[in-house]
């Protein structure tokens, strides 16, 4: 054997050492992640349920000033009874917790049917925006999300017009607020 034979058998085995180096983490990774579905990440961080694929509303169904803004939607069937009063309360203490983010959220109440007590709203609620429609208005439609009323609920609708996240009537505020947080801090919209 040659010196030169030599030379060149130790190279290719240190440049196949250092591709081993490389891509031996980057397969173990893979395989790990894919290969075995007990080392894949469980759970989820939202609160809220997620709406795949995300739903664009009517255009012109919510007020013009909510244009580049996150909307947090509370839907009034009828009158705005006790749930419905503890929903604008939620929406609009999560609304102030956001401190800074303020004004990149605004609240919005869908009135169907005999709905409400202006004078209530307007005291208790300056900042929210009221939409009234009708039962089977295009906007309630495109926030049905199962069979169930929407009253009580609460719909996120992101800075370009789409719902895709909603809060069961029982769901915590907290987990709204952790959720908006979270939203408003990956998002550079809004």
Known sequence: MTALA????????????????????????????????????????????????????????LPPAS??????????????????????YDTRQVRTALDRDLPRVQRVLVASGDCCDETFLAREHPDLATVHAAPDAPLLAALRVDAATPAGRIYVVDPLGNFMMWYAADAPAKGLLEDMKRLLKLSHIG
């Open 6 to 61: 030599t030379q060149d058998r130790r190279q290719r085995r240190l440049l196949v050492g250092l591709a081993v180096l490389f891509f031996a983490p980057l397969a173990l990774s893979f395989y790990l992640y894919y290969g075995h579905s007990s080392l894949q990440p469980l759970g989820k961080v939202n609160r809220g349920e997620l709406v795949l694929p995300p739903r664009a509303l009517p255009m012109g169904a």
């Open 67 to 88: 244009a580049n803004k996150w909307t947090l939607i509370v839907v009034a069937d009828g009158s705005c009874d006790t749930l419905c009063r503890r929903r604008l």
